[in-house]
């Protein structure tokens, strides 16, 4: 093996890798955090997208303060795969620290909609809406629906073509022409997919006593609002002078005509960007627009399936991306028998490409499917089978839980408790104490179907003491009364 200054041809042993990302993970536990972060930016150097990774360094900046840094690695983990339930958990943590709780609101709403059994999102949903509340004193009419993304308000650098666009206003601000007046139609071809932006941000301005709070930095939310809605006008305004709607229009025409005459075949670098565009669906998926996913990624699929795997190599990774969303739109829209068949199908394409991040997608994605119309079975086969593929923590808890769950739903009482101890095991070593209490549970409800009531005692207390670590009453209260049942079984 190479040292330290060995080739930089990417090619380092996975067990490098492996050894660097747990000594970051235990370093987390014992909470030398600098430490834990030194490991994982070396980590970041053997495989520079790995998401698990940037995930357990954005933890470690929470830990120290550094939200803005956190913020940063939340984002990288999103790069690749928007839906990625951990790195927006992560994302909606570190807005919050940061003080931007109506935004944290936002991806805390998003995380739950991806993941509803997983707490930290309605526990991140309660503390943003009563930070929100404590800031602008009781909101009436707060409520901040999921639609479109804040992309408009994104840092500088992750929007070029805006800032292209501003930074051309002005230096050609004398020469602007005066603007004039455009329908809602115009606007909203012109602004495209920052026109839902805008819409958004024209409703929360209408909010009277949202707009009088203010932001961590002191500045009002009511200017940030319109400096962005302003931003957008500009934006609007330029690229109309650049080229208005109705010679857009002509050229788009005209180019589709090119297109079906000449060549129906797109090179890779339109792939290469549609798999970007993919994460947009999925967007607006999690936002509640499923049905405008669901046809937009159907229109999408025509094209991609006339393309030749010759020009467009990666032409079934597309494919797999696109059978995903549309999969998931049809979850929301309660096809689940249709939703399974774009999930097998991504599976398999997955499995041709020998994609393992796909393939644990889709295995996801199936025992969803599966789980939510009561075939409990089927769902652990397909759950089992993505074990292997998951390496992040809150994953594994996850995943280990809801196949114990399953099988306690079949009576399969072993197995569960079995499940449940994996879990518990996997949440210890997060030291993840929301994931503890539901771990613990199944555990001790498991053991008491098995008749093993000193062992359910033992773990029902347990879970007590994380809910009441938790403040959790709720929780105190079922469990507390699950712990009275089983103490009397004791006491006969």
């Not at 004193?137 to 292209?164: A, F, M, N």
Request: glycine share 6%; charged share 30%.
């Amino acid at each position: 093996m190479s040292g330290k200054d060995g080739g930089d041809d990417g090619q380092k042993p996975q067990s490098v890798f492996s050894t660097l990302m747990a000594d970051g993970d235990w370093l987390y536990l014992k909470g030398e955090y600098k430490k834990a972060i030194d490991r994982f930016t070396t980590a970041l150097t053997l495989k520079p997208d790995d998401k698990n990774c940037y995930v357990g360094r954005a933890k470690c900046y929470l830990k120290m303060g550094q939200s803005e840094n956190a913020l940063k690695d939340a984002e990288a983990s999103l790069k690749e795969d928007v839906t990625f339930f951990e790195g927006l958990y992560q994302k909606a943590e570190a807005l919050y620290y940061l003080g931007e709780f109506e935004f944290a609101l936002v991806f805390y709403h998003t995380g739950q909609k991806l993941r509803p059994h997983i707490q930290e999102f309605r526990l991140g949903i309660q503390k943003a809406q009563e930070s929100i509340e404590n800031s602008v004193g009781c909101p009436s009419s707060v409520k901040l629906e999921i639609k479109g993304d804040l992309s408009c308000l994104q840092k500088d650098e992750e929007r070029v073509r805006p800032i292209t666009a501003i930074q051309h206003l002005k230096k050609e601000k004398k020469q602007q022409t005066q603007k004039t007046p455009k329908s809602e139609k115009t606007i909203k071809q012109l602004l495209g997919e920052f026109y839902s932006d805008k819409k958004y941000l024209e409703n929360l301005l209408k909010d009277k006593d949202l707009v009088k709070g203010k932001m961590k930095n002191g500045e009002q939310l009511q200017d940030v609002i319109q400096s962005s809605l302003t931003y957008l006008d500009n934006c609007t305004e330029l690229w109309n002078q650049e080229k208005p709607i109705c010679a857009r229009e002509r050229d788009r025409k005209l180019m589709q005509q090119k297109c079906s005459k000449l060549c129906p075949i797109a090179p890779s670098e339109p792939a290469l960007s549609l798999l970007k565009s993919l994460d947009d669906f999925d967007a607006e998926l999690t936002s509640g627009n499923a049905e405008s996913n669901l046809k937009k990624a159907k229109e999408v699929m025509k094209t991609v399936q006339g393309w030749s795997e010759k020009d467009a190599p990666n032409k079934k990774k597309v494919l797999g991306s696109l059978h995903s969303c549309i999969g998931n739109a049809l979850i929301n829209l309660g096809d689940m028998e249709k939703a399974l068949d774009h999930h097998q199908k991504d599976l398999e394409l997955a499995k041709q490409c020998k994609l393992p991040e796909a393939m644990s997608r889709a295995l996801d994605n199936i025992g969803r499917v599966y789980a939510q119309i009561g075939q409990l079975t089927q769902a652990i086969e397909f759950w089992e089978k993505k074990i292997p593929l998951v390496r992040g923590g809150l994953e594994k808890t996850w995943l280990f839980h809801e196949i114990g769950w399953c099988y306690l739903e079949l009576n399969r009482h072993k197995e569960a408790r079995d499940y449940g101890v994996r879990s518990v095991a996997a949440a210890d070593e997060i030291a993840d104490e929301k994931w503890q209490i539901n771990a613990n549970v199944l555990v001790a409800q498991s053991e008491m179907n098995l008749g093993n009531f000193e062992s359910s005692v033992a773990s029902f207390e347990r879970a007590l003491t994380h809910a009441k670590l938790q403040k959790d009453d709720s929780a105190m209260n079922a469990i507390q009364k699950a712990l009275d049942a089983a103490k009397q079984h004791l006491t006969q």
